[in-house]
């Protein structure tokens, strides 16, 4: 069976990042920047990588460096051709014409909210979602390793990794079905269980492919964990009439929505850096004596 692709990803990047304050007062979190690249870069190319051809920015105010980012830099590229340097790493920031869309989430009321304001540029056809917030590093990357799943089972795919038991209270945890493979079916999810309640400890990561019928759940929403709209909310009401299933990554995991999280994605992504790598494992050698 064909199944229609996955072209449009929605990235909600609206939050104001208060838990690495003051660092996020005048930048957005999604700058942060993992060893040389913002965040907001790596999930991009992420979802360049799995086929996407849209990139849709659900912002807010105080972004304007998030769209800079993606935009021609004219100072910066005359300069760099006039002494000679390689444009390889501007080159790959470039969005084609049309690409990337933003729109405004004009009052921070949750993740399902969030991915509504995108509603008319999303349409009638299946899509993506990723939290830049969680770096997911491995080859193929996340997306692009659903997507293969998607194009099998089609329906409604999300990320399902293991955590402790005793974290699920922190995550939209996943009631596993049959599982094979990489894939598991999704018989219920629910965001943020009271703490020894959860039906297990897969929780979902911050990606997600989803079919446009949920954007009609949330035409109607309903305040959920943390008297928010939880796109976990909706997501479940599709359960049961629509295939579902979670995808466990072949890859590593760094959520860098902690500080400590981001803290271990630049150590161990300048550890796997040819040209900075050595250096720095030899500073931590020496200062973990």
Known sequence: ?????????????????????????????????????????????????????????????GKGALEDHFDVSYELEATMRARGKSMTLIDGIRQKPGSPVYVRQQEPLGLGHAVWCAREIVGDEPFAVLLPDELMVGTPGFLAQMVAAYEHVGGNLIGALEVPPEETDKYGIITPGKVEGALTEVLAVVEKPTRGTAASNLMTPGRYILQPEVMRILDNPVKGAGGEIQLTDAMAQLIGRQPFHGYTFDGERYDCGDKAGFIQANLALALHRADIGPAVRAFAQQLLG
């Open 1 to 61: 069976m064909t199944f229609k692709r996955v072209r449009k990803a929605v990235f909600p990047v609206a939050g104001l990042g208060t838990r690495f304050l003051p660092a996020t007062k005048a930048m957005p979190k999604e700058m942060l920047t993992v060893v040389d690249k913002p965040l907001i870069q790596y999930a991009v190319e992420e979802a360049l990588e799995a086929g996407v051809e849209q990139i849709i920015f659900v912002t807010g105010r």
